[in-house]
């Protein structure tokens, strides 16, 4: 049977790794690569740098394709989401049909933590419903969340109190924020915020050597960390960017 791996690989330190990723990479003979253009060949080579960091034996097949896009402007979400998701799932089926011989071991290798807002697990349900068989391992990573509480130095929980985790368009219809992080917020919806009380800790490109991390009352530093990330975006071409909001005791 062909067997597939998916590897958290962290938010892009490729210091925080696990020993257990560490040996995935060293099973798998061949990776998949999804490009996601030019703009973003940095992430890409952000990869194979950690498959030629951590991989002993050479030998290993990159099976790089273009990344099905989004259409972005759709007024319905949820049925653009899912109209991607049914493009990616016959992208990984032919992937795996043609590039996976029987018995080998393939990879995709996922930022952050596979279970956490990362689709592939989904998409790999809809490649198994068209008829592909494989045996699925999950070998899990670093979150971005835990960088961003690591690099601000805090807990993310409190004593008694839970923690909330949700996209950035659904930041709008919370009616209270105790504390809850925030990601895939491509549209600053915390700019929107007037709530006197909160705090936010901000961080992108978490974990590498361009982290940028701000925190303090949001009404005081919002302004700040919406300069900070279009600067960022304009001198790399792309952000990944993630907070917690946070109402004091």
């Known amino acids: 049977m062909k067997q597939l791996l998916l590897i958290g690989i962290g ?47 050479p030998g290993y097949r990159l099976v790089q394709v273009d990344d099905p896009l989004r259409d972005g402007a759709a007024s319905d979400y949820v049925g653009a989401v899912q109209d ?9 089926a032919s992937l795996i049909e043609n590039e996976l011989a029987d018995g080998e071991c393939g990879a995709f290798l996922l930022w952050g933590e596979p279970t956490l807002y990362d689709s592939t697990l989904r998409i790999l349900d809809l490649v198994q419903a068209r008829g592909v068989s494989l045996a699925l391992e999950v070998i899990p990573g670093i979150s971005s969340v835990q960088a961003l509480a690591a690099g601000h130095r805090i807990a993310l929980n409190r004593i008694g109190e839970p923690l909330t985790v949700l996209p950035g368009r659904r930041l709008a219809e919370q009616p209270r924020i105790d504390n809850l992080v925030v990601m895939l917020d491509g549209q600053c919806a915390f700019a929107a915020l007037d709530d006197p009380q909160l705090h936010i800790y901000w961080g992108a490109y978490l974990g590498t050597a361009d982290q940028i991390l701000i925190a303090g009352p949001l009404l005081e530093v919002k302004a700040q960390i919406l300069a ?13 960017d993630t907070y917690l909001l946070r109402r004091p005791l």
């Open 11 to 57: 938010p892009g330190n490729p210091r925080q790794i696990t020993l257990e990723a560490i040996d995935g990479l060293n099973r798998a003979q061949v990776f998949f690569v999804l490009d996601k253009g030019a703009v973003k060949d940095e992430l890409l080579q952000l990869r194979k740098n950690i498959l030629e960091r951590y991989i002993d034996q």
């Open 84 to 92: 991607w998701h049914q493009q990616r799932a016959a992208l990984y």
């Open 228 to 240: 900070a990330r279009e600067q960022a975006r304009a001198r790399k071409g792309w952000i990944m």
